[in-house]
């Protein structure tokens, strides 16, 4: 089992920047990525990679503007998020895996999972 924990959510205007950090209890998953869900809509995987950060997916909606990085030394996986704009309101999860990587993470889902955080883009 591993513990999640998102920070770094909040209020932001459109055409800003925010950066979410996700620490983890441990390092003893294969997959990890962040996802989101805004109200009404599905959830939608939008940057997983493998544990070692050789495999990383993107979702169409986030790519050249969202970027998934890590600190093995803090146990943290960062989303550091460009560009904002109205539609990428939700509240992002992070979520790692045992067995998926990359992009079918991102599709499939995992088995564990944070908390969450709020985004909000609005002027």
């Known amino acids: 089992q591993v513990q999640l924990v998102e920070s770094g959510g909040g209020l932001v205007q459109p055409g800003g920047s925010l950066r979410l950090s996700c620490t983890a209890s441990?390092?003893?998953?294969?997959?990890i990525g962040w996802f989101r869900q805004a109200p009404g809509k599905e959830r939608e995987g939008v940057a997983c990679?493998?544990?070692?950060?050789?495999?990383?997916y993107y979702a169409d909606s986030v790519a050249g503007r969202f970027t998934i990085s890590r600190d093995n030394a803090k146990n943290t996986v960062s989303l550091q998020m460009n560009s904002l704009n109205p539609e990428d309101s939700a509240v992002y999860y992070c979520?790692?895996?045992?067995?998926?990587?990359?992009?079918?993470?991102?599709?499939?889902?995992?088995?564990?999972w944070g908390k969450g955080t709020l985004v909000t883009v609005s002027s």
């Open positions: 441990s390092l003893d998953y294969s997959g």
């Open positions: 979520a790692a895996d045992p067995h998926l990587v990359a992009q079918e993470l991102c599709v499939i889902g995992a088995d564990y």
């Open positions: 990679a493998s544990s070692k950060f050789d495999m990383i």
